[in-house]
């Protein structure tokens, strides 16, 4: 009789299927949010790739902590994946931080182009040294200034003022060459910041002030498209490492989705941002060409240490790049 028991616990544990694999997967905007439409996308393309051999767990609004944080947790395995800005990227590959060089990329279609082409792709492959994984970059859209003190139209208008950078050695120069008063600080901490009064005002793309309801606690928005932001899709190589060959063609392709969908976001957001912040009480200045370039020429000593830094030629490789 035990033997028939013993025959019939083996064939059920035969039959049993596998556990998935539990993916968690943070970020530090909210679900509706560029970043969380993405997660959302890439969750349903591997699903649909690989059935249930993965689940997903989503920790959207900073919920595994700031990006340095959550970057470090990838880098040890305790996160599997994130959707990060470049923020504190300089930080792990500093070769990265050429893409925060402020008025470098010049337009969504330019930035598209340098990131999916070679010199983006080869800028992915560098993240492996770093103890990361890196499958694909997204992006946030173009940053900009919002504050509480004054309406910005000129360097000047910036002089003193206590903007809230992020933790990145590129933009902290430029906001000093500014004559602002930059104050890096992890994002978890910024809304607060800006209720206190402890910052006068941050810079981030649309998709980030809409997203985030920036103007609840922003009077003045600048649209003066300072410096592109890319996101990157990055995974756990104590996860990535132990893919299969077709595990890991499903995983590229739902970062492919993934970026799809987050750049549709910033689209969109692009497309109807200002109409609505301005509609919920935001005061929107768009800075003209002209006043663009005075902006550009207040940071001639941070380009020369920043060329001095990623080389000169990749600049002008960038800024050639279609
Ligand atoms: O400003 C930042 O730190 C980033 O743009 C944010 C909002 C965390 C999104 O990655």
Not at 40 to 68: M, N
Not at 124 to 136: E, N, T, W, Y
Not at 187 to 197: K, N, R, S
Not at 276 to 281: Q, V, W
Request: charged share 20%; no cysteine; proline share 5%.
């Amino acid at each position: 009789m035990k033997h028939v028991y013993a025959a019939a616990l083996i064939g059920a544990a035969a039959v049993a299927p596998a556990a998935a694999q539990e993916i968690k997967i943070g970020y530090a905007l909210a679900e509706d949010s560029h970043y969380g439409v993405a997660a959302k996308a890439f969750e349903e393309s591997l699903t649909a790739a690989l059935g249930d051999q993965f689940s997903f767990r989503h920790f959207p609004s900073s919920g595994l902590g700031g990006e340095r944080e959550v970057v470090e947790g990838v880098q040890l395995g305790t996160v599997e994946m994130t959707i990060v800005s470049t923020g504190t990227l300089s930080n792990f590959v500093p070769e990265a931080g050429v893409f925060d060089v402020p008025f470098l990329l010049t337009s969504l279609d330019h930035a598209r182009g340098v990131l999916d082409g070679e010199i983006g792709q080869e800028m992915l492959a560098k993240f492996d040294a770093a103890g990361i994984h890196a499958l694909a970059w997204g992006e946030q859209g173009f940053r900009h200034i919002t504050n509480n003190r004054n309406p910005i139209s000129t360097p000047a208008d910036a002089s003193g003022l206590k903007i809230r950078t992020m933790e990145n050695p590129v933009h902290i120069a430029a906001f000093q060459a500014l004559g602002a008063a930059p104050t890096p600080m992890a994002w978890p901490e910024v809304i607060g910041a800006l209720q206190q009064g402890a910052i006068d005002g941050q810079e981030n793309p649309l998709s980030v002030i809409v997203s985030a309801k920036l103007n609840e606690v922003q009077k003045y928005l600048t649209l003066d498209g300072h410096v592109y932001s890319p996101a990157v899709i990055l995974i756990a190589p104590s996860l990535w490492n132990g893919l299969d060959d077709a595990q890991k063609a499903a995983f590229d392709q739902a970062a492919v989705d993934a970026v799809a969908a987050m750049r549709g976001y910033v689209d969109e957001v692009e497309a109807s941002g200002v109409e609505a912040l301005k509609a919920a009480g935001m005061e929107v200045n768009e800075l003209t060409p002209e006043q663009k370039a005075e902006f550009r020429a207040a940071l001639e000593e941070p380009y020369k240490a920043y060329e001095a830094q990623f080389g000169k030629e990749l600049m002008d490789r960038i800024q050639a790049a279609e």
